[in-house]
C-alpha cells in the first residue's frame, strides 16, 4: 500500500464531491491506464479548485464476468462550483463517459472503457430514483477505497461508523489491489 501521506485533511471532504475513475477495455484515447488519465484530467472542469487524484490502481475484478480484464482505478475529489446540483453532477459524469465511448445498458460489471461512479458529496445524502449519495456499495469496495484512503484515510463517510482506511482494513476478502501509477495532477 501506498506510504505517502494523505492528501488533504479530512475536514477539506466536506464539501469534496468523490469520484472513482475505472478503466478495463482500451477505447479513443488509447488503453485503460491512459483513459484514466485523461479522464482525470477532464474532471477539472468540474471543479473550481485543482481536483486532488489519487495514484493509478490495478485492480483484479470482482463480481465481472468470466476472463474480464484487470481494472485501471482512481479517485478524485472534486469541488463543484457553488449551484451545481448533485443530480446535475450525475449528468456530467455520464456525458464524460459516453465521450469516451461507455455506453449504458452493459450488463452488470461488464468490461467498459470508461466508469466514473459518483461516490460521495461531503455529509450530503441522496436518495433518488437516479441517485444514491453516498454510494450504497462504497464501504464493500476495495478499488473505491484503496485510492480514496491515498487522499483521505481519516474521512467518514455519510452513513458509516469507520474512516476510509477502516473500511478497507475492514474487507473480509482482499482484492489484488497495486499501485501502477504515481499521483497525477489534472492539468
Known sequence: MNT????????????AAIVAVGSNLPGRFGPPRQIVQQALAELRRLSVRQPLCSSLYRTSPKDCPPGTPDFVN??????PPPGLTPEALLEELLKIEAEFGRRRGEARNAPRTLDLDFIAW??????????????????????V?????????????????????????????????EIIGGRSSPT
Open 4 to 15: 505517502q501521506p494523505p492528501a488533504t485533511d479530512s475536514r477539506e471532504f466536506a464539501e
Open 145 to 177: 477505497l484503496a485510492p480514496l484512503a491515498e487522499l483521505a484515510p481519516d474521512w467518514i463517510p455519510p452513513g458509516q461508523s469507520r474512516s476510509v482506511a477502516g473500511l478497507l482494513e475492514a474487507l473480509p476478502e482482499a482484492a489484488e489491489v
Open 74 to 79: 482512481a479517485a478524485a475529489a472534486l469541488w
Open 122 to 143: 461531503g455529509e450530503r445524502t441522496v436518495r433518488g430514483p437516479t441517485l444514491e449519495l453516498p454510494h450504497p456499495r462504497l464501504a464493500e469496495r476495495e478499488f
